[in-house]
C-alpha cells in the first residue's frame, strides 16, 4: 500500500550524532516536527533550532517551502536563521581579525538565503555591512565577502537601493576606477554598481558621476573574461537608464574611446570563446547601439525645411553633376522632376513627400547621402544603370532605399528593448565604426543585383522586396564576421539559390497530393511519429542545462534535468557551472515522479511568467517557458536556451504524458521524414518488374529503416 501523500521520509542529520530517519506529516507545523527531532537527540530550546538542506545551497525549510521536500531528502538541523543572523552580526563586529574574516565568509555564503536574509536585514544588518565598507577599514577577503554579502541580501528585493548612502556609492565606484585592485572585489564592485543604476533613477545619476567611460573601458583591455562581462553589464545600464538626449552624447563618448575596437580585439577576437553572459551583453550593447536611430527613423521630413532639401538636391547633384543646369526657373523645374524619376523617388515634383512615412522617416534620407558621400561610385552607377534602360527594367533606387531602410529596422528591432537571454549578437557590426550605414550599403547593392537576376518590374518590386529580406535574413543566421564575409555570403544566396531553397524546402509541403499517395503517407504517419516520439524521449534521457534567471544575470546559476532511463522519473538539480556533457543521476537531488505530472503549461500560461519582473517580460522569453504541473499543486519551472530544446523538451513531455507532439519541430519533422520515407518507397515501387500475366499479388513495399539523429 502507497504511503500517504502527506507523508515524506527524510533523513535529519545533527554534527556528532546518527542521522534520525523520519516520516515526516506535512500537516503538523515545523515547529512541532523539529520539537520531536531535538527530543531525539536531547536538545533544549528547540525554538532556537531550524531545518535546513544538507546539499546544494542548504537553504533553511520554512512553512511556505516544505512542500518542495521529495522522498529520500536529506536534511539538517541547523541554528535558526534569527539566531544565526544575530550571531553573525556580532561576529562580523568583532575586533578578532580571523574570526571578523569567517564570520564574513559564513554571511557571504548565508545571505542567498531569503528567509535568513529577512531576518539579517530586520537587525539592521546591511547598514552595518555599508558601514564596514564606508569605513575602508576592510581589504582582500574580508572585502571581497562582505560585498558579496551586501549583493545577496540587497538582490532579495527586501530593501530600496535608494537607501544606499553617496558615500557608498563613491567607496564602491573607488575600487572601479583604482588601476590595480583584487578581482573578486572588482567583480562585486561592478555588480553592485550595475544594481543602482538597474534599480533606482535617483542612483543613476549619482553613479554616472562616479564612474567615467574611460575607466570602464580600462576594464575590458585585461583578459578575464568574467570583468570583461561586468564591464559591459555596466555600460548597458548606464545607457540604458540615461537619459534621451545623454545617450547620443554617451555614444559619441564611447566612439571617441574606441570602445568598438577595443570589443572587437579583446573580446570577440580574443583568446577565449564567448560566453552566453558575455554574447547577452554584447547583444545588448548591439541593441542599445542600434536604438540611437530610432529618433531619426521615427522623424518625418519637413517640405518646407530647406536645410532638409538640400539633402535631397545633394543626392541629385552628386548623380547628374555633370549636366548643364538651365537657368530657367521652368526649365529647371522641368529638369529637377526629370531627374528626380531617374532617381527613382515616387514623388517627381517634391521628393521630400516620400520621407513623410515612419518608419523610415529621415533615417532612410540619411542612408542615401552616406551612401552618395562615401561610396560614390557605387551610388553613381546603382543610379546611371537604372536611369538610362528604357525596357521598364529599371529599379527605383529612391523607392527601393526607402523601403529597404525599413525593413533593416524591423529585420534589426530598431527601438525595442533588448530581450532578457537573447544571445543573437553579430560580430560583423563590431567591424566598423559606420556599421549600419556599411550594412545598409552592401543591402542596396544586393537589392539592385536581385532585381536584375529577377528581371523585375515596378510591378514586382513586393516580390523582390520578399526575395531580398530572406537572402539578408538567411546571410545573417550565418554569422558573419565581417561585412566582407556578409557580401560573400551573399553572393551565394543569389535569386536561383533562393529558388532553390523555397522549392527544396516546399517539397513535402506540394509533393504527393494524389489520393493513392496521401493513403500510403496516412498510412506512413503513424511509425515517423514513433519514431520522433523515441527520438525526443532519448534527449531527455540524455538531459539538458538551463539557466536560472533572477534579478542579477551575472551570476550565473544553472540547473540540469533529465528523464530517467525506464521514463518513469524525472531528475533535477542545482550545478554550479554548466556542465560538459551528461550530468549522472546521482548529482541530481530531485526528482518527480511521472505518474504525479497532471500537465505542461507553456508561455504566459507558466507560473513564473506570471510573476512580476523587476526587468519587462519580453516575447522571446515567453516563447522559451514551459512548466510542469504535478502532484498536489507544485510546479518546476524552465526557460529553455533555444527554441530547438523548447520543442524537444515540450514534445518528449507530451508524449510522456499520451498527448500530441505539436511544436513547429515536430511537424517539420513529420513532413521531412514521411518524405524521404515516401520517396524510397516509390523508388521501390519503380524498380518493381510486373509480369505480364498472371498479375502476382501485389506486396506492400517494405519500409527503409533509418535513424533519425540529431547533432
Known sequence: MPPPVDIVKVAIEWPGANAQLIEMDQKRPLSSIIREVCDGWSLSGSEQFALRYADGPQLYITEQSRGEIKNGTILRLAISPARAARQLLERIQSHGIDARLEALKELAKLSADPTFAAEFI?????????????????????????????????????????????????????????????????????????????????????????????????????SNQEIQTYAIALINALFLKAPEDRRQEMASTLAQKHLRSIILNH????????????????????????????????????????????????????????????????????????????????????????????????????NMLYLAKVHQDTYIRIVLENSSREDKHECPFGRCAIELTRMLCEILQVGELPNEGCNDYHPMFFTHDRAWEEFFCVCIQLLNKTWKEMRATAEDFNKVMQVVREQITRALAMKPSSLDQLKNKLRGLNYSEILRLRQSERMSQDDFQSPPIIELRERIQPEILELIKQQRLNRLCEGSCFRKLG??????????????????????????????????????????????????????????????????????VLELAFSVLYDPDETLNFVAPNKYEYCIWTDGLCALLGKEMGSDLTRSDLDTLISMEMKLRLLDLENITIPEAPPPVPKEPSSYNFTYNYS
Open 122 to 222: 530586520n537587525m539592521e544588518g546591511i547598514g552595518t555591512l555599508a558601514r564596514l565598507v564606508e569605513s575602508g577599514t576592510h581589504f582582500g577577503e574580508m572585502l571581497a565577502f562582505t560585498l558579496t554579502a551586501f549583493l545577496e541580501l540587497m538582490d532579495h528585493g527586501i530593501v530600496s537601493w535608494d537607501l544606499i548612502s553617496l558615500s557608498f556609492i563613491k567607496q564602491i565606484a573607488g575600487y572601479v576606477n583604482q588601476p590595480m585592485v583584487d578581482v573578486s572585489i572588482l567583480q562585486r564592485s561592478l555588480a553592485i554598481l550595475e544594481s543602482m543604476v538597474l534599480n533606482s533613477h535617483s542612483l543613476y545619476h549619482r553613479v554616472a558621476q562616479e564612474i567615467t567611460v574611460g575607466q570602464l573601458i580600462g576594464h575590458l583591455q585585461v
Open 267 to 366: 573580446v570577440i577576437r580574443g583568446n577565449r570563446p564567448i560566453k552566453a553572459e558575455m554574447a547577452h551583453q554584447l547583444y545588448v550593447l548591439q541593441v542599445l547601439t542600434f536604438n540611437l536611430l530610432e529618433e531619426r527613423m521615427m522623424t518625418k521630413m519637413d517640405p518646407n525645411d530647406q536645410t532638409q532639401r538640400d539633402i535631397i538636391f545633394e543626392l541629385r547633384r552628386i548623380a547628374f553633376d555633370g549636366e548643364n543646369d538651365p537657368t530657367g526657373t521652368e526649365k529647371r523645374k522641368a529638369m529637377y522632376t526629370k531627374d528626380y524619376k531617374m532617381l527613382g523617388f515616387t514623388n517627381h515634383v517634391n521628393p521630400a513627400m516620400d520621407f513623410t512615412q515612419t518608419p523610415p522617416g529621415m533615417l532612410a534620407l540619411d
Open 551 to 620: 534579478n542579477r544575470r551575472r551570476q550565473e546559476k544553472f540547473w540540469f534535468c533529465r528523464l530517467s532511463l525506464n521514463h518513469k522519473v524525472l531528475h533535477y538539480g542545482d550545478l554550479d557551472e554548466s556542465p560538459q556533457g551528461e550530468v549522472p543521476f546521482e548529482l541530481l537531488s530531485d526528482k518527480i515522479p511521472i505518474s504525479d505530472i497532471k500537465s505542461v503549461v507553456t508561455g504566459k500560461d507558466c507560473p513564473h511568467m506570471k510573476e512580476k519582473s523587476a526587468l519587462k517580460q519580453n516575447k522571446e
